[in-house]
């Protein structure tokens, strides 16, 4: 029997700094790794532990996977100091990712909040494969201060092809753009809710009043899609570690509807 724990091998290609905090790993399993946008891999560094990461990189391209990884603890600090040509173990992918056939022929907000932008680039990539099957996409994404922006480089492109809304908490001299947390650009354009989908990643405090805030504007809970995270260990089902309610986040998740989430308890934290 296959042993489901069991990672493959991957190197570490390339790593690109994205913030004093933040670094993007682009990685080279050593069978490849086919994924659908918004599902999940645990990811080993050898000698530390594992931890979930989604994949930051478009799931068109099979032989290398980017994961999008902020510095908060043991395992992410260790692959902080790791280099190219460095090995990690990669399982996966896991989840259920974005139900794309959804979005199709509807006005597609994307809102985004420091490395929540993750899985959200993914989704992007996504879309923009084929950006004709979707009626509009806007991206609205916030940091905390211009330093925090993450694909800092992706974005002017970005803007060639679909709306983007960029904001800062905190402005500095160099920032010509939107000061505010990121909902507060939701004031400033206008968009089809009766005909839109918003998919939400960030901070569980971001998740939160961004989703209230689409609920103000008017948007039903089953289109609203976010990106829960939880401790997990086994990714699969088995040690219940990542339940909320009676929801496996590993399994039924990590993109949940907010209306199969909202009478959980503490889906916010
Ligand atoms: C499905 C899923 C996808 C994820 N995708 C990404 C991603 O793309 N990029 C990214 O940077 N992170 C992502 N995370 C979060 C990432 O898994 C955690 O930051 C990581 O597990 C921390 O491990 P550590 O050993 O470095 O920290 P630990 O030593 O375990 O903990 C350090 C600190 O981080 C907190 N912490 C640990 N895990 C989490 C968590 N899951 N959520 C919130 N706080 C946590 C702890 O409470 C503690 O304060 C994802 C989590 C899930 C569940
Ligand atoms: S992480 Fe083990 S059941 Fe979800």
Request: charged content about 25%; overall charge negative; glycine content about 8%.
């Amino acid at each position: 029997m296959v042993n489901p724990y069991l990672p493959q091998e991957s190197i570490i290609e390339e790593v690109i700094p994205e913030t004093p905090t933040i670094k993007t790993f682009v990685l080279r399993p050593e069978n490849g790794l086919k994924f659908s946008t918004g599902q999940f891999i645990e990811l080993t560094v050898p000698g530390v532990g594992e931890a979930p990461f989604t994949p930051s990189s478009s799931p068109f391209q099979t032989e290398k996977v980017e994961i999008t990884v902020m510095d908060v603890g043991h395992v992410t600090h260790r692959l902080h100091q790791m280099r190219e040509g460095d090995r990690v173990g990669i399982r996966g992918p896991y989840g259920r990712g974005y139900p794309l056939e959804e979005f199709y022929n509807k006005e597609v907000l994307v809102l985004g909040g420091g490395v929540g932008f993750a899985p959200l680039r993914s989704l992007l990539f996504t879309l923009l494969h084929d950006l004709s099957k979707y009626k509009r996409v806007v991206l609205c994404y916030g940091a905390k201060t211009p330093a925090d922006i993450v694909y800092k480089g992706l974005i002017p492109q970005w803007r060639e092809k679909i709306e983007v809304l960029c904001s800062v908490d905190r402005a500095d001299e160099t920032w010509k753009e939107h000061e505010g947390v990121v909902t507060t650009l939701l004031d400033k354009f206008e968009i089809d809710i009766k005909n839109s989908v918003a998919v939400v990643c960030g901070p569980p405090v971001m998740m939160k009043f961004a989703t209230f805030k689409l609920l103000d504007l008017g948007y039903r809970p089953e289109d609203i899609y976010l990106s829960m995270e939880r401790k997990m260990y086994c990714g699969i089902g088995q040690c219940r570690h990542c339940m909320i309610g009676g929801l496996f986040v590993c399994k039924d998740g990590p993109v949940f509807t907010y209306s199969q989430v909202k009478e959980l308890p503490d889906i916010w934290a």
